[in-house]
């Protein structure tokens, strides 16, 4: 049915990059605003970056400005965050959710996580 499914995490050294996918089955993403958030170990979960579907305009948490992208490819109905130049900070597990068209929305459709490890 309806479902968001993170991919591309895993174990990177300090200074790094990985790029996550969330790929949408059932829906469109270009429909949705997209949002990244994470959660690390013994901290709340915050949100990450977030891209619009009315206008594609992006929002960056101020932790990760200058180091993450968002982009989507609509024709393989998916949303990447680039992450570079990743910290030992950045260890998380990170999560994709769709809300409405702007991303002052409620994201209403979650994936399940995929594991952000930064190690040397």
């Known amino acids: 049915q309806l479902q968001l499914v993170e991919s591309g995490g895993g174990l990177v050294q300090p200074g790094g990059s990985l790029r996550l996918s969330c790929a949408a089955s059932g829906f469109t993403l270009d429909d949705y605003a997209i949002g990244w958030f994470r959660q690390a170990p013994g901290k709340e979960r915050e949100g990450v970056s977030c891209?619009?579907?009315?206008?594609?305009?992006?929002t960056f948490a101020d932790f990760v400005k200058g180091r993450f992208t968002i982009s989507r490819d609509n024709a393989k109905n998916t949303v990447y965050l680039q992450m570079n130049s990743l910290k030992p900070e950045d260890t998380a597990v990170y999560y994709c959710?769709?809300?409405?068209?702007?991303?002052?929305?409620?994201?209403?459709?979650w994936g399940q996580g995929t594991q952000v490890t930064v190690s040397s």
């Open positions: 959710a769709a809300g409405g068209p702007s991303c002052d929305y409620a994201f209403g459709y």
């Open positions: 891209i619009s579907s009315s206008d594609g305009s992006t």
